[in-house]
């Protein structure tokens, strides 16, 4: 009796082992399943569709005509499984807890914006995905990045960009290519506020003076009215920590009001290819968030094959585009070094390797990149990164602004 | 009867017994899929106990909701979670009496536009107060609750709803209530005062929005006035409880559930075309079901009843 039980039980276990082992290798051979949800509908889609979705269907094409990612020493085709989180909070939950659960995917890539990032964190977190986060700029991404050591914050924080801009100003004056006069306005939303936040407080540190310190609702259709009397100021540096729609009107708004300060930096939206269509020859000289190496090899090949796959022949945009192509890299080259699907190996190397990417050689510290472009200004149809100087391919930033043109 | 209420009160402790084991039970995506049945079960609930009797139409529960979401996110690192809610359900209560004082005397269309421009008040004030005086705008919800805990709230709370609900309808608020839906003019001459019967629920009905909320709120990490004042979530609200029914405490539920696991199934196969499914979706519930399931299964009973009955007495 007790050996037919103990040889039945070898039986069962062996066929169990067989069975999943059997499944195990198939799944691990057969395709890598890579999900994400991202806004296809509600107020995200722009940002979506201009800085995430053309990346992530590039490197999908570019991965699957190589062969595939390479695990051991085959290569296996990527699979895609995806959602749209229709910009809603929950939504973007659910839907990650649909790709781990139900469609069982190996790998996550994250939703485009900072309040669906920070949302999908502790999920993606419990469930020990990497969560590489190309578009989220939150101040508190150092203290994130220690809570769920599975995320990675490539886009710095706000406190960084303001800084950054404020001590490029401080030199300009120091090299009298500016006065002291600051006219600064925000738009009343998360972004805006942080930025203004630790804008102003660096501003002020610094001793500039700030003449004009205003904030205006999201979807504020008529910006003359700010324009004007900023213009009455006459200052020396107009600043606007605004959102893309915002950006376009207020940029339109100087160009007829003929508010032409020595260093004219807008928000959000200056880095896209639409600002320089709408705008052309008078992008000359604008700053704003962002920036790239324009000059680079790198960039310029993948500006060309960004350009080839996207509808369209779309370009990408000149700041979080190029991070969300490099964490694709990062994430291809983590996972063919570690070999196989072991999640907790891949975050541990995303944490420690060194990675070839698009914007040059990236090593993370504590989860974050160490350098960032943060000012960028448009120069003979480029968007080039002007600040901090000390990154590789740093252009010298034109002062003052040359005056708009008629269009 | 009293066999029928044993009977009826034996499956409905027994489900609760059941439903209570899920976290247990189901994987994460289902309990995500059980939370946000629990989540939309107890607030067309709650719209339907206001709104089922008097015919007022509310597009409130985003604000209230809101706030609840809202005071978790400024107090939730700094007092105990039971007091969270606590301070949550009284800022709804709060609100809700102010709002109920002043408005309830409009009723019609007046009453469904006010309500609507209600959550777009409290969500200004929210952001004016943010962008002006604490100058942060987002917050983050780092508080110790898992999905099981949020689940078990939204369990009690759901019970607390139906319990609360049955007690009004056997009450005299309740009958109140009921003879100013019929005709107001006539509930205000048989000597009620509607002011206060209205108020009265307005205020229950918006207490439990705002619990929701705040129970809620911890799942999102993030909150700003976009995600906390979602405009969708009263027209799904009212859309499950006109499905349902609203003119019985049970209706909202028939809707709520059937629409919640439709939401997931149409945003699981077909992302893309989500929005135009739903759109045909409501059309055809408004021109087929005017009176929600609950309406269908009490005129289905009628007709039953009427051809069964002679024959069984025959």
Redesign the interface.
Known sequence: MGTTITRRMALLASVCAATFGLVATAHAQASLKIGYAISRTGPNTGGAAVTTLPNYELWVKEVNAAGGIKLGDKRVPIEIVQYDDRSNAEEAVRAIERLVNQDKVDFILPPWGTGLNLAVGPTLNREGYPHLAATAVTDRAPELAKRWPNSFWLLGTSADAAKTLVDLLVKLRDDKAIGDTVAMVSIADGFGIDLSSAGRKALTDAKFKLAYDKSYPIGTQDLAPIINEVKALNPDVFIAFSYPPDTLALTEQSRIAGLNPKVFYTGVGTAFPLYRQRFGKNTEGVMGIGGWSGDSPAIKDYLARHKASAANGAEPDRWASAVTYASLQMLQQAIEKVGKVDRAAVIKELQTGTFDTVIGKVKLENNMPTRYWWVGQWQDGEFYGVAPAANEGARKAVVPKPAWVAQ | MTLRTTTLGAIALAAIVLLAFVPRLA????L??AI?LLQYTVLATAWGMFSGPTRYVSLATTAFFGVGAYTVAVLGEVLPWPVVLVVAASLGAILAAVVGLSTLRLSGVYFVIFTFGLAELVR?LV?WF??NKS????R?V?VNVTQSDIYWQLLILAIAVFLIGWLVARSRLGFALRIIGEDETVATHCGINTTIAKVALFTISATIMTIVGAI?AP????I?P??AF?A?ISFQVLIMALLGGAHRLWGPILGAVPLVILF?LL??RF??T??IILGCIFLLIVYLLPRGVAGLLESGKARWGETFKPRAVA
């Open positions: 994987n994460p995506y289902y995500a899929l946000s200004q952001v943010e962008v100058r942060v705008l987002g983050y780092f809620m799942r999102w990490t993030y700003e976009s995600i979602n969708m997931e945003s699981a992302p893309n989500f929005t």
